[in-house]
């Protein structure tokens, strides 16, 4: 969690027409994540093996290189866009409280400033520190957070102007259909999304053991929820104390939590700065990281030294940021950039991770990766259609009235409502309709695929001519790391209950068949795909 907290929960908070749903279905979506991880992180890191980084890693063992790149290149898009709005926030929030206009083009220079700053700061730390670096952050987060709620709850609630009567409240506490269709939206779209936060899949090989693992997300899990549901009521409460401002556009919804702010003094202003920062650097921190891994899981594994490795990923973030910078400048709508980025991980979640079927369960075959390639092509393709169906030709900003972008990929861009980005049904059919669409033909194609190649369609498509020693560097699932000491919690006793082929009603002879999907992917993989 990161600046955009103070923009997500209080929007739909301070919208009536979303209101308790929204904000339920934001707290639990932000939270539902983890619990996702908890059940399927251990059976992929079994797949994997101990030496694996992240899932790009999982791509690789259970299908191949294509998958690989294509993992490796929606997982960077994602936390890219999470890049621009972690800095799009935190110069917001900076130009908010020391009173410039945030639409005005004369503060561009100074919002500008704040993202370089936060950008170069976090990128020399983790630079020197890596992902130990982040994870101490993470665990300061959560007292900053706590700091936060602090703040707003005791201080700002207390303040005579914030305060309301409860024929006030009323007016912005609504059950809505258009709640509904948001808190729908929510759940499928975040997700996707955060199944390619590839800073969350480091937590589940950095864990020491799998209890751990699951200990830690579903505390983080109850925390996000509870935190987002508190800054969505406080969203409400902002509404309700100036209604009147809110429904003619004299104050915006995604402002909410600045308005409430606003009576206190230059103390309490500060003091929310400086942690709002460390909240959006525990979370860039965390995205570099992440990153970075991706890269440097292949640069060593194909023989680079550990600080060439490390100087390559670290000029990589350089060029990553840079254009992060510069898209934090046009200050797009925080939630607006998080579906862009939902929606594409959307077109790619089912084909990923239906890999966690590694056995034909009758007709349904388990996925090849030309099949599961295909599928992420038919959910664009289904972005595509959908927005041709209801005429979608242009993206516009619903508050300055901007034209984001044109022709048939604006459609990405979900500009479906003029009111808000998440209201009305037709951006809540979309991320229905967009995953389940992927996961069809996902399957579809790899039965197809394994009608016409058979065996070879069990295997990578890409194999690469490597020397053999480089070769085994690929060959995760079979490195010595894994634990085998047969301990509570240990990967073997995560493999004895996850992995297919180690089912009760297979014999040892069956389980080590090529038709498998386990053998043919460490056979691949060995001769280095």
């Avoid at 006030?168 to 269709?181: I, K």
């Avoid at 009576?263 to 995205?287: E, G, M, Q, Y």
Wanted: net charge negative; proline share 3%; aromatic share 12%.
């Amino acid at each position: 969690m990161g600046a955009w907290v103070v923009y997500g929960s209080t929007e739909m908070g301070a919208n009536p027409n979303l209101s308790w749903l929204g904000v339920l279905g934001y707290s639990g979506a932000s939270a539902f994540p983890a619990i996702i991880i908890c059940m399927i992180g251990p059976r992929i890191r079994a797949i994997t093996g101990e030496e694996a980084f992240c899932t790009t890693d999982f791509g690789l063992v259970r299908y191949g290189r294509l998958m690989q790149l294509s993992i490796a290149a929606i997982s960077v898009f994602y936390m890219f866009i999470y890049l621009v709005s972690e800095m799009t926030s935190i110069s917001n929030v900076y130009g908010l409280i020391v009173g410039l206009d945030t639409f005005s083009d004369d503060t561009v220079k100074y919002t500008t400033s704040i993202a370089i700053s936060l950008a170069v700061f976090t990128w020399f730390y983790t630079s020197v520190a890596g992902l130990p670096a982040s994870i101490v952050t993470d665990k300061f987060q959560a007292y900053l957070m706590f700091g936060l709620v602090f703040i707003l709850l005791i201080v700002a609630c207390s303040n005579s102007e914030n305060q309301v009567s409860k024929e006030e409240f009323a007016v912005a506490s609504n059950w809505t259909l258009d709640g509904l269709a948001a808190a729908v939206t929510l759940f499928i779209a975040i997700a996707c999304a955060e199944m390619f936060n590839q800073g969350n899949w480091q937590r589940v090989w950095a864990a020491k053991s799998v209890p751990d693992m699951r200990k830690g997300f579903a505390w983080g899990s109850l925390l996000v929820f509870l935190l987002m549901m508190f800054f969505g009521i406080m969203g409400m409460l902002a509404y309700a104390n100036d209604p009147d401002a809110y429904d003619n556009w004299e104050k915006f919804a995604y402002l909410a939590f600045f308005d409430l702010l606003a009576p206190l003094n230059t103390f309490f202003h500060v003091l929310v700065l400086i942690i709002v920062t460390a909240l959006a650097a525990s979370s860039v921190d965390t995205l570099q990281t992440a990153i970075a891994s991706m890269f440097s899981s292949d640069l060593i594994r194909f023989g680079l030294s550990d600080n060439a490795s490390r100087f390559v990923t670290r000029f990589i973030l350089v060029l990553i940021n840079i254009p992060a910078v510069i898209l934090s400048s046009k200050r797009f709508d925080v939630i607006g950039l998080f579906l862009v980025a939902d929606l594409v991980c959307g077109t790619a979640v089912l084909p990923v991770f239906l890999g966690l079927m590694t056995e034909d369960y009758g007709f349904i075959p388990a996925p090849t990766e030309l099949g599961a390639f295909l599928g992420i092509v038919s959910g664009i393709a289904a972005v595509l259609v959908n927005g041709k169906i209801i005429g979608f030709n242009e993206a516009v900003n619903s508050i300055t009235g901007e034209t984001i972008a044109t022709g048939p990929f604006s459609y990405f861009w979900l500009t479906n409502s003029s009111e808000c980005a998440l209201c009305g049904t037709t951006t809540m059919v979309t991320f229905i309709v967009v995953p389940l669409v992927a996961g069809f033909f996902t399957l579809v194609f790899s039965k197809l695929d394994v009608m016409v190649r058979g065996d070879r369609a069990r295997e990578p498509i890409f194999k690469m001519a490597q020397p053999e020693i480089e070769a085994k560097n690929y060959n995760l699932a079979e490195k010595e790391g894994v634990e085998k000491d047969g301990s509570e919690g240990s990967v073997e006793n995560v493999d004895k209950a996850n992995l297919v082929v180690m089912a009760a009603d297979v014999d040892e002879e069956e389980a080590v068949e090529p038709e498998s999907v386990e053998e043919n992917a460490a056979q691949s993989v060995e001769a280095g795909a």
